[in-house]
């Protein structure tokens, strides 16, 4: 039982669900009326039925009995007219009254109001015994049913009166009571749904307004505020809500702060590696570099004063290192950070790192750089220069590409590079997976200068990157 | 499940509303009325002059006439009319045996178409009755002179004692009914001038003096609510009467009948319940005062 009427309650409960709140007050507003309506109609028409049934039963009873009483004399003296007129003016006088008829004591017919004829089965059907006050039924004619009292006249001795009461009359009151009841149900019905609409109008704007403010907040805006338009549970509600937008203000703010921060923080992380990168290059540059040429300058001249073919050689192959070594040291300075960059901006640095590039890996570059005459802030140049290079390596790192091209473009107050290759492009989600973290690289250098960055890839598709930095 | 209780029982509520008929009949279905079948016995037909009312004669006379229905071997029909005058009709064409009339009828039968005296009764050891003057109890007045100005109730335009001597009186001082009582009617009984005067519709009413002592005996609070304020001279006793043409065996019969009424029990019953001591043959003579009263009272003026 209780599972079933779970399972009733849930299916309600989808049912219900499914219409909105402006229908479900308008459903409930015009099932109630009508079900009143109805319900008091039927029960009102069955209660008038049953008393206004025996209210004529009493009645057919109590004019029988009149007409028993004052056709009495007139049956004795043999006034005949005058029993007719009775009759007649009985039945003028009871609109109710379809027939009147009075027997003799051996049930010949003295008078009735039929008319030219008399239906003969109706003298059998009731009759009543001397000693009774009065005998009453429900006879079921052609013209509805019809309450038929036998009253007996003078104890009898003087014959029987027959009264017929129909229905007709009655039912038709009751019939034109229904209708007006109905009527007034429609009518009610229809101030109902005037009523409801107001109704629905007064409870679903405040939801209406909550539905918007949500929809707002969902999109960022937390300076929404709903007015509690009622001390009810929707307004409730709406200070729930308000209270809620306003923690969420708060959240959203602390956020922010800690986004602000952890931006500085990166910025300062990110100048300082660059700092450090150019402090290193240039130390290996000015320092070991140096130092690495005056070591070949006096191998060449140990070389040049040493006799020995054998020393001359070894001598040599130590040179050739020394000068392997200067160039991995100059490699790397120049990785570390390219002097070029700072000397002569972004522009001469990324030709000639694709120009090393292309020496290094076996990929071939083609670099265009329109609109980038002028120096730009080092912050941009630098970030740019990295979202290049990054990319480059990963191109050659995992790309398998023949080709490669970066385009730069400064034009309207921005700097747009895209970078594509024909290499095997990859999966994002993977990529995520793997916690492959240069892409978040160089996408943090581009947020950081309020740029945007987007990765275009699908398997076997190449790669293509789009950044756009304002400057 | 309660829900749907409720509902059946709603529903039957709702079905209790109209009983079920006892009979099915087709009120349109209008066939002629049977004319009324010829009976094999000729009854004695029976009529009684509405002295009093319909249903007091039907009370009153019906012991006697089935004390006559079995005396006479055949069946016995009461037969009743409105007036005095009707009852007259029935006996000159034949249409009732015999009849129970008013003296003063018999007055104006004898004389119109020789309406033959059958017997009388006796009442009281005696044959005769008087007119009694009767007023509510609480009404002042003490004679006829009184009631000027009143509204009084006659019984039948033929009526001895009903009329013809209560207008005598009015006459006597010089007046005429119209003139002497603010408003006249006719109430065709005697025990219905007697009630008429006891509830105050009539301010007075001249009424039988058997059919009053009757009716009291009956209605003992009748005797509460009326005053006998005047009684006329005695006349003779209201008579049974049969037409001229009656053949002379049924008057045999009939008077034999009447006659030896009181020496059987059922006969004494019958009598006792009209009020009667039994009945005698009776003469024209006796009904002379009133003969001259009736002349008096319809007197050409």
């Given at each position: 039982m209780t599972i079933q009427n779970s399972q009733f309650l849930a299916r309600l409960w989808r049912f219900a669900g499914a219409f909105s709140v402006r229908t479900k007050i308008m459903g409930i507003v015009l099932a109630l009326?009508?079900?009143?309506?109805?319900?008091?109609?039927?029960?009102?028409?069955?209660?008038?039925?049953?008393?206004?049934?025996?209210?004529?039963?009493?009645?057919?009873?109590?004019?029988?009995?009149?007409?028993?009483?004052?056709?009495?004399?007139?049956?004795?003296v043999n006034d005949l007219f005058s029993l007719h007129q009775l009759l007649v003016e009985t039945q003028l006088n009871n609109p109710d009254v379809r027939y009147a008829f009075v027997t003799d004591s051996n049930g010949t017919v003295l008078a009735h109001t039929f008319g030219p004829g008399f239906p003969q089965s109706l003298l059998e059907i009731n009759t009543v015994a001397s000693s009774d006050h009065h005998h009453t039924i429900l006879l079921d004619s052609d013209e509805g049913l019809v309450w038929d009292t036998a009253v007996p006249i003078f104890d009898g001795k003087a014959g029987v009166a027959r009264i017929g009461l129909s229905e007709a009359g009655m039912q038709a009151t009751v019939t034109t009571l229904t209708g007006q009841m109905l009527l007034t149900t429609v009518m009610v019905s229809a101030v109902g749904i005037a009523a409801a609409t107001l109704l629905t109008w007064v409870v679903t704007r405040p939801i209406i307004e909550l539905k918007q403010a949500a929809e707002a907040v969902g999109q960022g805006d937390f300076q929404q505020y709903v007015i509690p338009w009622a001390g009810d549970e929707i307004g409730e509600l709406a200070e729930a809500f308000n209270a809620m937008t306003a923690d969420l203000a708060q959240a959203e703010k602390e956020r922010a702060e800690r986004e602000h921060l952890r931006s500085q923080l990166l910025e300062k992380v990110i100048t300082a590696q660059e700092d450090e990168r150019r402090r290193i290059a240039r130390e290996l540059h000015d320092e070991t570099g140096q130092s690495l040429t005056s070591l070949m300058v006096r191998l060449q001249m140990v070389n040049q004063q040493c006799p020995l073919p054998d020393i001359q050689e070894q001598l040599d192959d130590v040179r050739t290192l020394v000068a392997q070594t200067l160039d991995g040291v100059h490699n790397l300075a120049v990785e570390l950070r390219p002097s070029v960059l700072d000397d002569l901006g972004l522009a001469a640095a990324l030709h000639r790192y694709v120009q090393d590039y292309q020496v290094r890996y076996p990929v071939e570059v083609d670099l265009v750089v329109m609109g980038l005459e002028e120096r730009l802030p080092s912050a941009v140049e630098t970030a740019v220069y990295r979202i290049v290079q990054e990319s480059l390596t990963n191109i050659a790192r995992h790309a398998q590409a023949q080709t490669a091209s970066v385009l730069l473009e400064c034009r309207n107050g921005r700097i747009r590079t895209i970078i594509e290759d024909d290499g095997v492009g990859f999966d994002w989600d993977q990529v995520k997976e793997n916690g492959r973290l240069g892409l978040y690289g160089i996408r943090e250098r581009a947020e950081l200068l309020n740029g945007v960055l987007t990765i275009e890839s699908t398997p076997g598709q190449g790669t293509s990157i789009f950044v756009e930095v304002p400057l | 499940m309660r829900y749907f209780l409720l509902l059946i029982a709603f529903f039957l509520l709702v079905g209790c509303a109209t009983p079920p008929a006892?009979?099915?009949?087709?009120?349109?279905?209008?066939?002629?009325?049977?004319?009324?079948?010829?009976?094999?016995?000729?009854?004695?037909?029976?009529?009684?002059?509405?002295?009093?009312?319909?249903?007091?004669?039907?009370?009153?006379?019906?012991?006697?006439?089935?004390?006559?229905?079995?005396?006479?071997?055949?069946?016995?029909?009461?037969?009743?009319?409105?007036?005095?005058?009707?009852?007259?009709?029935?006996?000159?064409?034949?249409?009732?045996?015999?009849?129970?009339?008013?003296?003063?009828?018999?007055?104006?039968?004898?004389?119109?178409?020789?309406?033959?005296?059958?017997?009388?009764?006796?009442?009281?050891?005696?044959?005769?009755?008087?007119?009694?003057?009767?007023?509510?109890?609480?009404?002042?007045?003490?004679?006829?002179?009184?009631?000027?100005?009143?509204?009084?109730?006659?019984?039948?335009?033929?009526?001895?004692?009903?009329?013809?001597?209560?207008?005598?009186?009015?006459?006597?001082?010089?007046?005429?009914?119209?003139?002497?009582?603010?408003?006249?009617?006719?109430?065709?009984?005697?025990?219905?001038?007697?009630?008429?005067?006891?509830?105050?519709?009539?301010?007075?009413?001249?009424?039988?003096?058997?059919?009053?002592?009757?009716?009291?005996?009956?209605?003992?609070?009748?005797?509460?609510?009326?005053?006998?304020?005047?009684?006329?001279?005695?006349?003779?006793?209201?008579?049974?009467?049969?037409?001229?043409?009656?053949?002379?065996?049924?008057?045999?019969?009939?008077?034999?009948?009447?006659?030896?009424?009181?020496?059987?029990?059922?006969?004494?019953?019958?009598?006792?319940?009209?009020?009667?001591?039994?009945f005698v043959l009776i003469e024209d003579a006796l009904y002379q005062s009133v003969r001259e009263l009736e002349t008096a009272v319809n007197r050409e003026p």
């Open positions: 009326v009508l079900l009143l309506g109805v319900g008091i109609t039927v029960q009102v028409r069955s209660v008038l039925t049953l008393a206004l049934e025996q209210r004529l039963q009493e009645q057919s009873i109590s004019v029988a009995r009149d007409v028993a009483a004052r056709a009495t004399d007139l049956i004795l | 006892a009979a099915s009949i087709n009120l349109s279905d209008l066939q002629p009325l049977p004319g009324v079948s010829a009976t094999a016995v000729k009854p004695l037909r029976v009529a009684v002059a509405a002295i009093i009312s319909p249903k007091g004669t039907v009370d009153s006379y019906g012991p006697l006439l089935d004390y006559l229905a079995e005396e006479l071997d055949r069946p016995v029909e009461l037969v009743q009319r409105r007036t005095y005058g009707e009852v007259n009709d029935l006996v000159q064409s034949g249409e009732v045996d015999v009849a129970f009339v008013c003296t003063s009828a018999y007055i104006v039968g004898q004389r119109d178409f020789g309406m033959q005296l059958l017997a009388a009764p006796q009442v009281m050891g005696d044959t005769v009755y008087h007119s009694l003057l009767i007023v509510p109890a609480d009404s002042p007045a003490q004679s006829m002179a009184d009631l000027r100005g009143s509204v009084f109730a006659f019984t039948d335009p033929i009526s001895t004692s009903g009329r013809n001597y209560p207008v005598w009186l009015v006459q006597q001082m010089g007046e005429t009914a119209e003139s002497f009582f603010s408003r006249t009617f006719y109430t065709y009984s005697h025990d219905d001038a007697i009630r008429a005067v006891a509830n105050h519709v009539a301010d007075g009413a001249a009424v039988d003096s058997l059919v009053y002592a009757f009716a009291l005996e009956r209605e003992p609070e009748l005797a509460q609510k009326t005053r006998v304020i005047h009684q006329s001279p005695a006349f003779g006793i209201p008579p049974v009467v049969v037409s001229p043409q009656a053949r002379p065996q049924l008057v045999a019969d009939l008077q034999a009948a009447l006659l030896q009424m009181n020496e059987t029990a059922a006969g004494q019953a019958a009598l006792q319940a009209a009020g009667m001591d039994g």
